[in-house]
């Protein structure tokens, strides 16, 4: 069974191999100007001015080769997954139902279970060490640069970073042969793969990752040298967002808050903030209301407990639809 | 007797308000080389399927050698199954589907299988896909051969092949058959393609089986009474109509008696397998028995 699983997946995983060689180069090719250009701006040793040490280091990347293939890298990693539960999931047993072959697989001296066991554990192990070795690649490789572009903490950069993409992958490999063994269309499981798989990794990185863990909360003096945001709307309605210096932090909320834990909403005092008044009056006595600025947030060192979480809940999920699978061949799918 | 090949009891399979097969009861002896023949949609396939485990049937019960349908290794092991249109992976070549067989079959017969393969002319290298009609059903009769079943089960396999084909096919399965001591079961929906090489028979309409038994028995008891137009009350006891046609003075009667007609006023013939056939296929089909022909 592992020979006919092999066989019939031979043609993927030379695709597989070369595709991870060819980027694989790449990094290695580029990996050494980051280390440069990391020296160069002296960012390990920036001590008190690291703004613009890093800024340096950001320019000198961006104007070489590593600059592209850092957003190229992050892409790959962010599809492959989807990709792997399109063309590698959806088909598996989609195709054998399509072409009637399961007639022909399931009347050889192996039980049904045995055969789906062997493809899913063959296949799955494939993808965990594929994307595992994706992602440990690029998660290396850009690791100075992401420490210079607000850490690994940060959603977009969180999936494709660490061991996320090894759970994103086997989820949505299950998913593709759950699809295709309820659909038995090789293209519209294709299609409900992308269309539940996008969903799912959106609504995690949107909506579910921030309550995995539970996010930090602070409340400082607000300090409105340099706001993010200061608005006056109409009936002198007041929106104050002041900047916070929270580094390789993943701010949830940011928000301006008075001395009774109410969200600050004004009224702006027309005397000192409206089209008369002076310069910096209103800052001045914005600063008098002893507003206090309160931030939720994750610190970079929520980074792997996020990752852990997340992780283990796309495996779970896999875990399930793999055991409805098995379910589903043995008493429902002829 | 030795122990039914298959042993069906009110076997039946519903999809939805539809019925595939109801109430099926049959006990196919070993040895045998079944012909299960029956109109497009009879149940055929459906029958077929629920003995290689490919189906759950809704209601009754069925063994297949003393086994439920592929209940584990085992049963599979004994069992070799050529569904309809001989499915072969079409990306793999006629070499590699050997490979697959030797792999997933612990009593594989390579010999077997290559000597099938030289004998055909198959070239080991092609893509399965690129074969003939024939040849990819000789193809899945190999790999169903070559793991040595007790029992072979061959849905409609020649229905797509052309006469010369055909007749390849039959040859090849006969020699195997000649070799091992193999039962067979064949399906198709013509009589004609399988009166030369089977020996039982069960005829399945609508549904449910009309008529089974072995083909001497068969044509023992059936006979054709040409005659006087007359009253069908007064046939001998012992005597069913199957099948009756009338023009002006004269009758035409297909019946079963298992006991020699010797009313004069009719004309005695014998019939061929196929009018036999023919005869249960035209029959009303609010027949409410099957015709359960047991060796005595």
Request: aromatic letters at 6%; hydrophobic letters at 45%; one cysteine or more.
């Amino acid at each position: 069974m592992i020979w006919l699983t092999w066989r019939q997946f031979r043609t993927q995983t030379w695709i597989t191999v070369g595709a991870l060689a060819a980027l694989g180069v790449v990094l290695v090719v580029t990996g050494p100007s980051i280390a440069d250009a990391y020296d160069a701006a002296n960012v390990a040793a920036c001590g008190t001015d690291c703004g613009a040490a890093i800024s340096n280091f950001l320019n000198q990347v961006r104007t070489g080769a590593a600059g592209i293939v850092y957003q190229l890298a992050s892409a790959v990693v962010y599809v492959v997954p989807a990709v792997i539960g399109v063309f590698w999931g959806a088909p598996l047993i989609a195709r054998e139902l399509e072409t009637g072959t399961h007639r022909l697989a399931w009347n050889q001296t192996v039980t049904r279970t045995r055969w789906l066991a062997t493809k899913l554990a063959v296949i799955g192990a494939g993808t965990a060490l594929a994307v595992g070795l994706l992602s440990w690649a690029v998660t290396s490789w850009a690791y100075h640069l992401d420490d210079a572009h607000g850490g690994r903490i940060l959603p977009l950069t969180f999936s494709t970073r660490g061991i996320v993409p090894v759970g994103y992958a086997l989820f949505a490999f299950v998913l593709g042969v759950t699809m295709g063994m309820l659909i038995r269309r090789t293209v519209a499981a294709m299609a409900a793969t992308l269309a539940v798989y996008s969903l799912a990794v959106i609504s995690m990185q949107e909506w579910i990752r921030e309550h995995l863990v539970a996010a930090s909360h602070v409340t400082n003096p607000l300090d409105i040298s340099s706001p993010e945001l200061l608005m006056i709307g109409d009936n002198d309605e007041m929106t104050v967002i002041g900047s916070h210096s929270l580094s390789d932090a993943w701010v949830l909320s940011n928000q301006t808050i008075t001395h009774t834990g109410q969200v600050f909403t004004g009224p702006a005092d027309p005397q000192y903030c409206g089209p008369e008044a002076a310069v910096r009056a209103c800052d001045q006595w914005v600063n008098s209301l002893g507003l206090r600025q309160d931030l939720v947030y994750h610190p970079a060192d929520h980074f792997w407990p996020l990752q852990l979480a997340e992780t283990g809940i796309f495996i779970a999920i896999a875990l399930l639809l793999a055991g409805f699978c098995f379910w589903w061949t043995r008493r429902h799918l002829t | 007797m030795s122990r039914p090949v298959l042993q069906a009891e009110g076997l039946s399979k519903r999809y939805g308000r539809r019925l595939a097969l109801s109430d099926c009861t049959l006990a196919i002896p070993a040895g045998r080389v079944v012909g299960l023949v029956g109109p497009n949609g009879a149940g055929k396939t459906t029958l077929l399927h629920i003995a290689v485990g490919l189906l759950p049937p809704t209601a009754g019960s069925i063994e297949v050698l003393g086994g439920h349908p592929a209940s584990g290794a085992a049963q599979l092991a004994k069992v070799g199954f050529v569904a309809q249109d001989a499915p072969i992976y079409a990306g793999l070549s006629v070499a590699d589907h050997l490979r697959f067989g030797a792999h997933m079959n612990p009593g594989w017969d390579q010999r077997l299988a290559d000597e099938r393969i030289g004998r055909l002319g198959l070239d080991p290298s092609q893509k399965a896909g690129k074969l003939s009609g024939g040849q990819r059903a000789q193809l899945a009769l190999t790999l169903a051969i070559a793991k040595l079943p007790d029992l072979l089960i061959l849905d409609e396999p020649i229905a797509s092949l052309d006469p010369l084909a055909r007749r390849e096919f039959l040859q090849g399965l006969m020699a195997y058959i000649a070799e091992h001591d193999a039962s067979v079961i064949l399906s198709s929906h013509l009589v004609s393609d399988l009166e030369r090489v089977c020996d039982y028979l069960v005829v399945l309409v609508a549904s449910r089986v009309r008529v089974s038994g072995e083909v001497d028995d068969l044509l023992t008891n059936h006979h054709r009474l040409t005659g006087a137009r007359r009253d069908l009350a007064n046939l001998p006891t012992g005597t069913e109509v199957i099948e009756e046609s009338h023009i002006d003075r004269q009758s035409t009667l297909t019946v079963r008696s298992t006991s020699p007609i010797d009313d004069r006023s009719f004309t005695v013939e014998q019939l061929t397998l196929e009018d036999l056939v023919l005869a249960y296929l035209s029959q009303q089909t609010t027949h409410p028995q099957p015709v359960l022909e047991t060796t005595p």
